[in-house]
């Protein structure tokens, strides 16, 4: 059974910065695509950033510059580090891994986190 358990969500000022983490189990960890989403109130998922198993990136416009996914393949574990975040960054993030890079149709997700930021 696949599970995508993400942690270090929370209330955080504006300019300040957030890391999040999901550990992953079940799968292949190292030959997943590994991504995170969001979803804001009143709004759809969208993509945040995506990496590959070969460590290639991507990110949404809206983060490039100041959001930075890193995987671990040893821990089975990929991370979002986010800095100079912006009230409209405030979403539920998700973990998923799928088989394809940028992409909203992966396999399997997380929970989510809350994240908040103020103004």
């Known amino acids: 059974q696949v599970q995508l358990v993400e942690s270090g969500g929370g209330l955080v000022q504006a300019g300040g910065s957030l890391r999040l983490s999901c550990a992953a189990s079940?799968?292949?960890?190292?030959?997943?695509?590994m991504g995170w989403y969001r979803q804001a109130p009143g709004k759809e998922r969208e993509l945040v950033a995506t990496?590959?198993?070969?460590?290639?990136?991507y990110y949404a416009d809206a983060v490039r510059g100041r959001f930075t996914i890193i995987r671990d393949n040893a821990k089975n574990t990929v991370f979002l580090q986010m800095n100079s975040l912006k009230p409209e960054d405030t979403a539920i993030y998700y973990c998923?891994?799928?088989?394809?890079?940028?992409?909203?149709?992966?396999?399997?997700w997380g929970q989510g986190t809350q994240v908040t930021v103020s103004s």
């Open positions: 998923a891994a799928g088989r394809t890079q940028a992409t909203m149709k992966m396999d399997y």
């Open positions: 079940g799968l292949t960890f190292s030959s997943y695509v």
């Open positions: 990496i590959s198993s070969r460590y290639s990136s």
